[in-house]
């Protein structure tokens, strides 16, 4: 079984109690139930599968390793939704609110000798308007209720217990210096005792003793030969800390990765290069365990197929992610834009609730070199969706950014993602729409400055049009953009349409920073994922999601009409301009080949004939090539597959489907 918390690692001394407890209804008397902790109370995975059950209780027995004698012994819980009081041997040792942040209780002192009884008990409230709770759906419903998903209630994330010297590390902070050739250590200790601290970094023989002073140490640990951690390199630098002190000996496992994301005028750098964000959106949901994953594997694996279908970073949304995530995404080299859950009004009490998820977030993931981006407030939820129109609600945004930065000024940080910004790093916005034609025109208005505004969906029949400054002092320029929401179709064959042309037309346009592709899989009844909620893939009608969000992409100056029908013409004999959109380090050059096949059908194996010469720099986007090519005898119809061939190897795909007939078109987008 795998350690719960790699970031800050005890496992040296450990014991799991995940498994099987008793549960019962607060209405029950008796525990005449099992449940399967960690699946939350409504999932299958757990044997309970109820739902819209406001109060429940766990209890299991357990023992004391008797190697622990004369340690202090912790509960710790990764996440509990929604609030939690937990009894040891009927001794309350903690209370806990905020159902996606980790907390934990010294039992020591309410132990026993032979087996001990732990009891929780946890309240889900329905109505969860005024508590973080993300995409899990409420009883009065939030506003934004279409777009939520069964509820997740009770214990969700690991339970185990730890064991430790009364004096002992209670965090351990490590940030790559700014000369990317140090690590930076901040530990924080708790306890009475006198203690040194020694620091020492793994597979070296750099070890470091630091004094504590009221409960704090810091130094730098040098780095010779400094590995830079990348997506590409993913190379982490682990250091082992260990405090001794009259009441013993702790010691705990971080790690950490030299890297240096910035930004700079509209553009991200990552370790001094130009960095363009191709990402996906990852909600965190499982068919039969709800927001937990039913083993570590399947975090991994929604990884893997992140970077299978050619994104650099994932986008954990309105989720405080199982820790073991993060800890994969950094050995994986995949990027991480992390977020807390969202509220569903605005009070006193909704803002507060949010803004305690920060702290925890930043304590948790912050020594990740996977997380570059952190997300706060989401599309005015918890806000009323009214930004603009009410001063305490631009405030409460720009407090959650000041908040943040206060902890962590080492990330680009988001305040409200989507529109109506007051303090943020990144201006980012969230479009949709089902027309291709439309959608290049806003995307390209929005880039140009001709608009500032877009229209936006917030129900079947109520569309307004959304600003991306959310106050007068936001500034529109001088700041990366990215769209950081988009996708649309009914059916998996019009998503890949639009995957296809609305991700070209964010290649178009050089001042774009990245997007966010909305999403990598189906939750439930929301069918927009590239895969479907098994994670099996779906017919895209030969769109290869990899050759859209490749380094290297073709541009092609068409405005499609419609899946199957991209371009209408009155002969066999086609010309498409044709553009390179290119984020490699070097420039790239090559022949542009061209291949037939049916309408809807996949790339050939061999690239075709060869066509006009090209070249494009670094995030220049190319000038045109003229690619001609003719129908094959007899067909009206087909797909025209364009590869840019370079020394040999194809760096680049896209295609373009052509019809002869010139009639009434259905589902016409222009």
Not at 10 to 38: K, M
Not at 144 to 173: H, N
Not at 501 to 522: C, F, I, M, N, S
């Amino acid at each position: 079984m795998e350690y719960p918390r790699p970031h800050f690692d005890r496992s040296h001394s450990w014991s799991s109690l995940n498994g099987d407890w008793d549960f019962r209804a607060d209405t029950e008397q008796d525990y005449h139930r099992t449940i399967t902790v960690p699946f939350a109370w409504e999932t299958p995975a757990s044997g309970i599968e109820a739902h819209w059950l406001p109060v429940a209780w766990y209890r299991r027995t357990f023992t004391v390793p008797a190697g622990w004698a004369g340690q202090r012994v912790v509960i710790q819980f990764g996440a509990v939704h929604h609030e939690a009081t937990v009894w040891v041997n009927d001794i309350e040792v903690a209370r806990h609110r905020g159902g996606y942040t980790p907390f934990e209780a010294d039992i020591t002192d309410a132990l026993r000798d032979g087996d001990q009884t732990v009891v929780v008990r946890v309240s889900a409230p329905l109505d969860k308007r005024e508590i973080a709770h993300g995409k899990q759906r409420s009883i009065p419903r939030d506003d934004f209720d279409g777009v939520c998903f069964t509820p997740s209630s009770g214990i969700w994330q690991s339970v185990w217990l730890e064991a430790r010297p009364a004096t002992y590390l209670a965090g351990l902070k490590l940030r790559p210096a700014d000369g990317l050739d140090a690590i930076e250590v901040e530990a924080r200790v708790s306890g009475a005792a006198e203690a040194t601290l020694v620091l020492s970094l793994r597979g070296t023989d750099v070890s470091v003793e630091v004094p504590v002073v009221n409960g704090l140490a810091e130094t730098v640990i040098p780095v010779a030969g400094p590995r830079l951690w990348s997506p590409e390199d993913p190379h982490l630098y682990h250091v082992d800390a260990t405090l001794t002190s009259a009441d013993g000996t702790d010691t705990v496992a971080a790690y950490t990765g030299l890297r240096r994301i910035e930004v700079i005028g509209e553009d991200l750098y990552l370790n001094g290069g130009r960095l363009f964000v191709r990402g996906v959106l990852d909600q965190g949901y499982w068919p039969l365990t709800g927001i937990t994953p039913p083993d570590d594997a399947a975090l991994r694996r929604d990884l893997e197929l992140a970077a299978a279908a050619g994104y650099n970073l994932v986008r954990k949304h309105l989720k405080l992610e199982d820790p073991r995530f993060v800890h994969h995404a950094d050995v994986l080299g995949m990027l991480v834009w992390a977020e807390p859950a969202a509220t569903g009004r605005f009070s006193a009490d909704s803002v507060a609730a949010f803004e305690e998820q920060i702290a925890p977030m930043v304590e948790r993931d912050g020594n990740s070199p996977a997380v570059i981006i952190w997300g706060l407030y989401n599309e005015e939820w918890g806000l009323d969706w009214d930004i603009p129109g009410d001063p305490a609600k631009q405030a409460a945004t720009a407090q959650a950014y000041d908040l943040l930065k206060a902890l962590d000024a080492s990330r680009p940080a988001v305040d409200n993602s989507g529109w109506t910004h007051v303090k943020t790093d990144l201006l980012d916005w969230h479009y949709y729409d089902e027309s291709a034609a439309s959608w290049g025109k806003t995307v390209a208005a929005l880039l140009n400055g001709e608009q500032d505004d877009f229209p936006v969906k917030l129900g079947p029949d109520f569309v307004v049009r959304k600003k991306l400054a959310g106050a007068p002092g936001q500034p529109l320029r001088g700041l990366p953009n990215l769209n950081s929401e988009y996708g649309t179709g009914f059916t998996s064959v019009e998503r890949g349409w639009q995957l296809r042309w609305q991700t070209q037309e964010l290649r178009r346009h050089d001042r774009v920073a990245g997007y966010v592709y909305t999403e990598l899989y189906d939750i439930e009844h929301e069918s927009a994922g590239l895969l479907d909620f098994e994670r099996r893939a779906k017919d895209l009608a030969g769109v290869d999601p990899a050759d859209v969000n490749a380094t290297t992409t073709l541009v092609l100056d068409v405005v499609p009409v419609a899946p199957g029908r991209d371009l209408l013409s009155e002969s066999r004999e086609v010309s498409v301009p044709v553009r390179v959109s290119h984020h490699g380090g070097e420039p790239v050059n090559g022949h542009l080949h061209t291949a037939w096949t049916p309408v809807f059908g996949p790339a050939p194996s061999a690239p075709g004939a060869e066509g006009p010469w090209i070249e494009a720099k670094p995030f220049l986007l190319s000038a045109a090539a003229e690619v001609r090519a003719e129908l094959p005898d007899g067909w009206t119809s087909g797909r025209l597959h364009i590869a840019l061939i370079s020394d040999g190897t194809v760096v680049a795909r896209s295609a373009v489907d052509v019809d002869t007939y010139t009639g009434f078109v259905i589902g016409d987008n222009r």
